[in-house]
Antibody
Framework: QVQLEESGPGLMQPSETLSLTCTVS????????VGWVRQPLGKGLVWMGT???????NYNSAVQSRLSISRDTSKSQVFLKMNSLQPEDTGTYYC????????????WGQGVMVTVSS | DIQMTQSPASLSASLEEIVTITCQAS??????LAWYQQKPGKSPQLLIH???RLADGIPSRFSGSRSGTQYSLKISRLQVEDTGIYYC?????????FGGGTKLELK
């Protein structure tokens, strides 16, 4: 079945670069895109960016200058890198599969909590 | 950016009651809309895609509708397990945006 699992460090310092990995199973990264969504503690969901099945990317302009999404299809992994971290980047980071219907997210990982604090 | 104005922000309803949550898009987004349910400490779960289509495995008491740029999620007979926070998502244009969420509780 379709599964996504995020991994990465839980605690980061301001100005550092965050690196997260989303490992997927049950589908191919060359068939479906994968996106990243952030949720500050107790707040709503914010789409950050997506890497499509063909390898192209789209980013939210709010974080585009700091964000990079890439993948290794042989390992079924998608990577998020975001530099110049600030405390407001604290939250749970989810990766989610883009489904066949309008590319809407249909499966989500369990999320990884990232805290940015000195 | 397309704004998705979701209402109400919170809602308390009784078992078996009909519940409706709406998202007003700031411009036309066609059927590029989904609804999600999120329970505490869990990731969102897809309920409705393409504005009106029920996702696989979702009970038929959930339904989605569209009238112009207003989108609605209806729960026909509220059950205990339906409590949580509901979000809409538009994927019509970048940046894709979620509604602010509706917290649904049992009365």
């Amino acid at each position: 079945q379709v599964q996504l699992e995020e991994s990465g460090p839980g605690l980061m310092q301001p100005s550092e670069t965050l690196s997260l990995t989303c490992t997927v199973s049950g589908f191919s990264l060359t068939s479906n895109g994968v996106g990243w969504v952030r949720q500050p503690l107790g707040k709503g969901l914010v789409w950050m960016g997506t890497i499509w099945a063909g390898g192209s990317t789209n980013y939210n302009s709010a974080v585009q200058s700091r964000l990079s999404i890439s993948r290794d299809t042989s390992k079924s992994q998608v990577f998020l890198k975001m530099n110049s971290l600030q405390p407001e980047d604290t939250g749970t980071y989810y990766c989610a599969r883009q489904g066949v219907y309008y590319g809407l997210f249909d499966y989500w990982g369990q999320g990884v909590m990232v805290t940015v604090s000195s | 950016d397309i704004q998705m104005t979701q209402s109400p922000a919170s809602l308390s309803a009784s078992l078996e009651e009909i519940v409706t949550i709406t998202c007003q898009a700031s411009q036309d987004i066609g059927n590029w809309l989904a609804w999600y349910q999120q329970k505490p400490g869990k990731s969102p779960q897809l309920l409705i895609h393409s504005a009106t289509r029920l996702a696989d495995g979702i009970p038929s008491r959930f339904s989605g509708s569209r009238s112009g740029t207003q989108y609605s999620l209806k729960i026909s007979r509220l059950q205990v397990e339906d409590t949580g926070i509901y979000y809409c998502l538009q994927r019509y244009s970048n940046p894709w945006t979620f509604g602010g969420g509706t917290k649904l509780e049992l009365k």
